[in-house]
């Protein structure tokens, strides 16, 4: 089992910056790749950003390139989402994924096994 826990979320104004991190536990962190997804409203959760196991692959969605970073601290079992220039289209919930099953790293939803609670990012115009 993995646990996962997101912290960051807040509101911002548009142009702004957060980081979101999330804590996992339960089992070896570095054995997973890692995933950001965000669902807004009436939309369907999509891909933000993935990570290998070792943080040396990193794949982003086209709508987050050049102002999202994706990082890990294996000493730390955590992920992080740097977000910056943040848009009001950025405004969704946002969930970290673990999956112990894929491969180097996992770009869909359907991959990861594991989610957190999520976490609310608004980016207000």
């Known amino acids: 089992q993995v646990q996962l826990v997101e912290s960051g979320g807040g509101l911002v104004q548009g142009g702004g910056s957060l980081r979101l991190s999330c804590a996992a536990s339960?089992?070896?962190?570095?054995?997973?790749?890692m995933g950001w997804f965000r669902q807004a409203p009436g939309k369907e959760r999509e891909f933000v950003a993935a990570?290998?196991?070792?943080?040396?692959?990193?794949y982003f969605a086209d709508s987050v390139k050049g102002r999202f970073t994706i990082s890990r601290d294996n000493a730390k079992n955590t992920v992080y989402l740097q977000m910056n220039s943040l848009k009001s289209e950025d405004t969704a919930v946002y969930y970290c994924?673990?999956?112990?099953?894929?491969?180097?790293?996992?770009?869909?939803?359907?991959?990861?096994?594991?989610w957190g609670q999520g976490t609310q990012v608004t980016v207000s115009s």
């Open positions: 994924a673990a999956t112990t099953v894929a491969g180097e790293t996992a770009n869909f939803a359907h991959q990861y096994n594991y």
């Open positions: 339960g089992r070896t962190f570095s054995n997973y790749p």
């Open positions: 990570i290998s196991r070792s943080g040396g692959r990193v």
